[in-house]
């Protein structure tokens, strides 16, 4: 008869204690590569949100530049204008710039046949008088514009960027 005897002090780990430490560690190496996969994907996105801002911001910014510059709407609907600009002293002659947008939604804008934007939800023009009376077609008589853009960056079919301002023509009556 062959005797076993165990003594109390033994060292080391059981198979199964082993296997539950690599379990509880398998749990909390998923819980940090999830937060850290979502944390990625939230910077992502708010860089996405912030370029497309940044060019909406532009973009909207040289239209009223170059309105704002403007001496005559010598053309223009709801979705696009088209401003004569004088020269400036020694500069050349005068020019035309058109903004236009196809209408439906993701369309870009386009200044003269030069993209200037994507994926644009909106682009109203509105048209007015000295008087501050709204002018529908724009004729030689508009003083100001009112610019309304819609950019939808995710292409859920929400805007995601709303921008408006009006525009007084500088040159107007010169």
């Given amino acids: 008869m062959i005797k076993i005897y165990?003594?109390?002090?033994?060292?080391?780990?059981?198979?199964?204690e082993m296997m539950v430490v690599v379990v509880i560690l398998g749990l909390m190496v998923l819980g940090?590569?999830?937060?850290?996969?979502?944390?990625?994907?939230?910077?992502?996105a708010g860089q996405s949100q912030l370029k497309a801002q940044r060019e909406?911001?532009?973009?909207?910014?040289r239209m009223v530049r170059e309105i704002r510059h403007g001496e005559l709407v010598t053309g223009g609907s709801i979705n696009n204008i088209a401003v004569d600009i004088p020269a400036l002293e020694g500069a050349g002659p005068e020019y035309?710039?058109?903004y236009s947008w196809g209408?439906?939604?993701?369309n870009p804008i386009y200044r003269n046949t030069n993209l200037l934007i994507s994926?644009?939800?909106?682009?109203?023009?509105?048209y007015y008088d000295?008087?501050?009376?709204?002018?529908?077609?724009?004729?030689?008589t508009v003083s100001k514009v009112h610019i309304d853009l819609q950019v939808?960056?995710?292409?859920d079919g929400n805007p995601d960027i709303t921008l408006n301002t009006d525009v007084n023509l500088r040159n107007f009556g010169l």
């Fill in 6 to 16: 165990y003594t109390k002090n033994q060292k080391g780990f059981s198979l199964i």
């Fill in 152 to 155: 939808d960056v995710d292409n």
């Fill in 130 to 140: 000295n008087s501050g009376g709204q002018i529908s077609p724009p004729n030689d």
């Fill in 56 to 61: 909406a911001r532009q973009a909207i910014d």
């Fill in 32 to 44: 940090l590569v999830t937060f850290f996969t979502g944390g990625t994907k939230s910077w992502v």
């Fill in 103 to 106: 209408g439906a939604s993701g």
């Fill in 119 to 126: 994926n644009v939800k909106i682009l109203d023009f509105s």
């Fill in 96 to 98: 035309n710039v058109t």
